[in-house]
């Protein structure tokens, strides 16, 4: 447990610093946020994984329905609705069902490994998820409904579903991606068009991707210093605090800082691999859950961190996806804890 904990300890520190250089009012939030999610975390650990496998299909069933609340009552932020106003905090559900996604998938695949190779079984399964998704894409949240259906497959692929109707899968989706095009809100179209031309959009997509390239390289060998980065603190830099935190903490901490993120991700990553080598090939239901939800949330740990350093590096299309434990926010902390907490339950 303590190989997963220290990485995510010097992490979320990072983090923390971070925001007192750019935006220390914030500072105060984010260490209640981590106290919160910390609470969440013991809480679980406390509970056992058992009461959470019991009540898979509640689980789905709650994030469902207020998937579905989402799109009728959820507050408009920026053009999309993924938050429900609780008035004390802004609830988000596609973040929490991300990691309640791979618990679902793993508990039925490690129960039910004699009926996944029946055709109707696996379609029933793709359907089940394949409504969350649609129901995320229309907030609208592109990056969340591909990461859960990226999640699935992944999962399902190492299972005992027959490689064949993964493969199918597959390729049917890829060469639906051009279709999907036209159901693209305006901003998203923008984003990709602006990635590839910069010159299309160049006071608003694409200013933020050539300020966080900018900012990249204020920072330098050793960075400018906490709270001297004139790229963040002049507000140069938009959504310093979240989408572009790492942009931030560059400039703040120079490449040194960088380095020294990204390689805290690398080592959480090897232990992670470490938990899913351990419990590969080995048939108790129990290892099989635990194989199948430490490659779910591998896949999860991994696209968020690869997407959004990628773009804050103008190597991707400007996205919503935060760095885990660096940007800023209660949902996405929290989340990270649940899977945590899952990840590391043993009994």
Do not use: C
């Not at 299909?57 to 053009?79: K, M, Q, R």
């Not at 790229?231 to 490449?255: I, Y």
């Amino acid at each position: 447990m303590w190989r997963f904990l220290i990485p995510t300890f010097l992490l979320l520190v990072f983090g923390l610093f971070n925001l007192a250089g750019i935006k220390p009012y914030l500072l105060q939030s984010q260490v209640i946020y981590a106290v919160v999610a910390l609470g969440v975390f013991l809480l679980i650990k406390k509970i056992g994984i058992v009461f959470f496998r019991i009540n898979t299909p509640v689980w789905y069933a709650i994030f469902f329905i207020l998937l579905l609340l989402t799109l009728f009552v959820g507050e408009d932020i920026n053009g999309s609705r993924r938050w429900i106003n609780l008035f004390f905090f802004n609830f988000q559900p596609s973040e929490f069902f991300k990691v309640f996604a791979i618990l679902i998938i793993s508990d039925f695949l490690a129960k039910n490994q004699r009926i996944l190779k029946e055709f109707p079984v696996f379609l029933a399964i793709v359907a089940s998820f394949t409504i969350p998704a649609i129901l995320i894409f229309l907030q609208p949240d592109l990056e969340t409904a591909v990461m859960i259906s990226a999640i699935f497959l992944t999962i399902a692929l190492f299972s005992e579903v027959p490689k064949k109707y993964i493969i199918t899968l597959i390729v049917i989706a890829v060469l639906m991606i051009p279709l999907a095009w036209p159901f693209l809100a305006d901003y998203q179209k923008n984003r990709v068009l602006s990635f590839i031309d910069p010159s299309v959009d160049p006071t608003g997509t694409s200013y933020n991707m050539t300020q966080s390239i900018i900012t990249v390289g204020s920072g330098q060998l050793t960075g400018r210093g906490l709270g001297l980065g004139k790229q963040s603190t002049l507000f140069f830099l938009p959504e310093n605090h979240t989408d572009f935190a790492f942009a931030s903490l560059v400039e703040q901490f120079g490449f040194i800082g960088g380095l020294t993120v990204i390689t805290l991700y690398l080592l959480f990553a090897l232990v992670l691999i470490r938990t899913i080598v351990m419990n590969m090939g080995k048939k108790g239901e129990h290892n099989r859950f635990q194989y199948f939800f430490a490659t779910g949330f591998f896949v999860y740990f991994i696209f968020q961190v690869f997407i959004n350093i990628g773009m804050n590096l103008g190597l991707l299309p400007v996205s919503g996806t935060a760095l885990p434990l660096i940007s800023y926010g209660g949902s996405s902390l929290v989340t990270w804890m649940i899977g945590l907490a899952f990840l590391t339950e043993q009994s």
